[in-house]
């Protein structure tokens, strides 16, 4: 390079740059032309001569994606320089920079796990490039592991935070490096029981074992690290915790085959599919809906006018105004189908819609439920009696629950999910068992199973079913207060018992290690 032109992008002297390119235009194609090699950009990023560098991105955008002889890009160095400023320039005007693999395959995100979070930098690298922690380096590394090694756990507690949003949450915590250990094994390693706990908390698989056969509670062992035994010990012993591992893996295992036969290739599905299948449910929701509203032969308007009918017999009970006019086996002839049809629609729009912003599909996730308990509800007041809105329910129940295994597994919204759940078991409870107390008992132990790791998400839905439910009661002339009362205390009983059980555990644990560790 000229070293008139490394001066200029020292010294951040766009006039100077220009003078070189009016003397020879072609200084920075010859530049470009190198495959490895210090650019003016790479010395402005060290530097930290902002201006000097955007304009230099204007004539040769190109310069920002090589590589320099030591493997770095300009964001790496301005990274690994601490020019917060510079670095965000980068990633404004391109995100993709946030992914460019450098020496080792390390991504400036790996340098930043290495450096530290410098006045929140991280913090806007995971805004603008969320994407960017799914990259590994060439020993399958991703910024967890880097993080934990070099005890940054401010960047770690970031790292965590962005990952709790995604649904690739699982698939990042628990990836294993080229020796097979995950972030897991590497924080028991070096003894970092908060990391330990971010990791439990983020799913990360205490079971999991690298190359030579060990968990992180076995490695923990090994080196003698008493906290982060503590930590991996859990609230079970281990063979507790064993058999309820083998169990749940189990049954993931069943779930996920039954899932296959219709969520198949489902996250390979292209945008442009993707929008087509939507539009194509969309529709499929706003029929079954329609028909609905619109049975055929229509509804009864009000009583019969026995004046104009000749044949009215007035020992015939007359129908509700509002309810179907088909006979009992005509109605369940259509709606049992139609309930199928919008329940399985249901279910496929919100696996359809899990790639989407977190905040906006959970807004949707949460219309959709809504949207689907006013279907339920149309089936009920236009239902010709009791007893077919009965046989519906219990239909779709079946289907319900079929449909909620093979969601767990490709891990569609819980929070949809046991919004309707809500409101479809308890009509089915409540057909099953008249005692209100009975069914807001096993309505609060499905929910605490179905939301043990969302307690605050489980809080909301609890109590928004039960004022609902009240306040519809009180409007229909009831006043009894059993059903929400029994299914807000027994949410909170079970959750309370699940959390003196950890720290019962925990305390034994700690005990017992600190005795004969």
Known sequence: MDQSLRTAARTGDIGEL??????????????????????????????????????????????????????????????????????????????????????????????????????????RFMEICPECIRDVTIKNRTALHIAVENNRLDVFRVLIRALTKKDYCREVVNRKDEDGNTALHIAAIHNQPEMLKLLLNCKAD??????????????AQQHNNIESIIV??????????????????????????????????????????????LVILG????????????????????????????????????????TSVLDPLSFLLFYVPTFIVFIVTFFLTLALIKPYPHGFRTALEVLLAFVAISFDQSIFIIAPSYVEYIVINISSSIVFFLMVFMCIAYRVSKISVSIVGCRISLLVLL??????????AIQGLLLSLFLYDEFWKG??????????????????????????????????????????????????????CRTFG
């Open 18 to 123: 220009y003078s070189l390119i009016q003397r020879d235009g072609n200084v920075l194609r010859r530049i470009d032309e190198v495959e490895f090699v210090d650019t003016p950009l790479h010395i402005a990023a060290d530097e930290g001569c902002v201006a000097f560098a955007m304009e230099i991105m204007n004539l040769k955008p190109s310069f920002a994606w090589k590589l320099n002889p030591q493997g770095l890009t300009p964001l790496h160095v301005a990274v690994k320089k601490g020019h917060k400023e510079m670095a965000l320039s980068f990633l404004e005007i391109d995100k993709d920079l946030a992914r460019v693999r450098g020496k080792n395959g390390e991504t400036p995100l790996h340098f930043v796990s290495k450096v530290g979070n410098p006045d929140g930098l991280l913090d």
């Open 206 to 219: 205490k079971h999991a074992t690298n190359l030579v056969g060990s968990t992180a509670l076995d490695v």
């Open 232 to 277: 991996l010990r859990g609230c079970f012993g281990p063979g507790v915790s064993n058999f309820k591992h083998k169990l749940e893996k189990q049954i993931i295992n069943y779930v996920s085959k039954a899932s296959l036969l219709v969520f198949h290739d489902l996250d390979d599905v292209s945008g442009d599919d993707r929008n087509a299948l």
């Open 283 to 322: 529709l499929l929701l706003a029929t079954t809906y329609q028909a609905t509203l619109s049975p055929p032969g229509g509804v009864w308007q009000g009583e019969i006018n026995s004046k104009s009918e000749g044949s009215y017999d007035s020992t015939v009970p007359v129908p509700a105004p509002g």
């Open 431 to 440: 057909i099953i068992s008249k005692n209100e107390i009975f069914v807001g």
């Open 459 to 512: 809080s909301i839905v609890t109590i928004g079913c039960s004022m609902f439910l009240t306040i519809t009661a009180r409007v229909g002339g009831g006043s009894s207060l059993r059903y929400p009362i029994v299914l807000v205390g027994c949410w909170l009983f079970f959750n309370l018992c699940r959390f003196c059980i950890r720290r019962c555990f925990k305390w034994c644990n700690t005990v017992i």
